[in-house]
């Protein structure tokens, strides 16, 4: 019996990469069921879902993106899927890797797989990459294990996971809710696959809040989270 | 206490007690949330009238002069009321959240009513 996967699609004004993702996922990864979360676009992207029948929801305003991958993660543990794979809707990820992810998923029974970029690449030493290095040697320090792409955009959760998300407060999909989960007894592995560069649209994080980003992750992972309770 | 501050301290009283009528009417200002701010504009006018009350917490507290306990307690209601205010605005992200989503997911998938936890939970 094959695992039902659900693709996470969070889609914020993506109306000129939109279509060319969705064709990407069904051509490579045709097994998997797609759900873009319109997050309150405000150009075309709910006018191309409707003309293209791509199964999706909508925003009535715009939530960010931890509360547009959770409105996913409640869909995907309302209709029971097994894995729920968070995917950016602007191309940055590839669908040719979602196989290899849940066959890591499935052999090493894990909770949480990264799609990480740097597992077999050495992570390039740039300043871009300062923080991702802050990160990891953050989350090594409090859990004791590797994480060499936190800031990793393309997770895959299990059924376990994808309940905890559809409930909990304040989780969104950040390397400090990870490094938390890891910590509580999440499961965690890292497929190497390949990143592309965006193809169109705006990030939700631009580099200038991209200081701001890491500094804040820091101090949540080695302070904030501490004090969490159980929701 | 000099009267200078006295006279500060009535005419900031003053401001604020006109701003909470002015926003009451206007319905801005709901009168629940508004009791706060005029128990805080009576103590104001207590540390104007009664400076009796500043000398004894600021002796009390090793304060050099009563004018000092008179800012502190200020910033420190404030502080407090900030910090409350901070906990609404979360309380009412999280509902804005779930009402938003719920919306979204309501055609495709409600939450079912058997479940807890699940959905329209205000907490």
Redesign the interface.
């Known amino acids: 019996m094959n695992p039902h996967v659900l693709a996470i699609i969070p889609a914020y004004n993506e109306q000129d990469s939109i279509v060319s993702t969705m064709d990407s996922l069904k051509r490579h990864a045709p097994w998997v069921d797609c759900l873009i979360?319109d997050d309150?676009s405000t150009d075309a992207t709910v006018a191309i879902c409707q003309e293209h029948g791509f199964n999706y929801?909508?925003?009535?305003?715009n939530?960010g993106l931890a509360?547009a991958f959770?409105?996913g993660m409640?869909?995907a543990?309302?209709?029971g899927y097994d894995y729920a794979i968070q995917f950016d809707a602007d191309g940055q990820h590839d669908a040719q890797s979602i196989q290899a992810m849940l066959d890591a998923a499935v052999s090493n029974n894990a909770n949480i797989v990264i799609g990480s970029r740097f597992v077999t690449v050495e992570k390039p030493k740039s300043a871009r990459m300062a923080g991702s290095a802050l990160l990891q040697a953050i989350i090594r320090l409090t859990t004791g294990q590797k994480v060499v792409d936190p800031t990793s955009g393309m997770r895959m959760y299990d059924a376990e996971m994808i309940e905890f998300f559809?409930?909990a407060?304040?989780f969104g999909p950040e390397p400090d809710t990870i490094a938390l989960l890891m910590r509580r007894g999440a499961k965690l592995v890292e497929v190497q696959v390949t990143m592309h560069e965006r193809t169109a649209g705006k990030s939700y994080l631009t580099m200038s809040k991209s200081i701001m980003y890491m500094l804040s992750k820091s101090f949540s992972i080695l302070f904030a989270q501490w004090f969490r309770g159980n929701k | 206490m000099n009267l200078t501050l006295t006279i500060v301290l009535v005419i900031g009283a003053l401001i604020v007690f006109l701003g909470i009528v002015w926003k009451i009417r206007k319905a801005e200002l709901s009168i629940a949330s508004s009791v706060f701010w005029f128990l805080f504009t009576i103590s104001l006018l207590l540390l104007a009238f009664f400076p009796q009350i500043a000398y004894f917490f600021s002796h009390l507290f090793n304060i050099e002069s009563p004018s000092n306990f008179v800012f502190l307690y200020v910033i420190a209601v404030l502080l407090v009321r900030s910090f409350m205010d901070t906990i609404q605005i979360t309380k009412l992200h999280?509902k804005?959240?779930d009402i938003?989503?719920e919306?979204?997911?309501a055609s495709?998938?409600p939450?079912?009513p058997s479940s807890d936890?699940?959905?329209g939970d205000a907490?």
């Open positions: 979360v309150g929801v909508s925003h009535a305003t939530l509360g959770q409105t409640k869909y543990h309302r209709k559809a409930n407060f304040d | 999280e804005h959240n938003v989503q919306q979204a997911l495709v998938c939450p079912d936890g699940d959905g907490k």
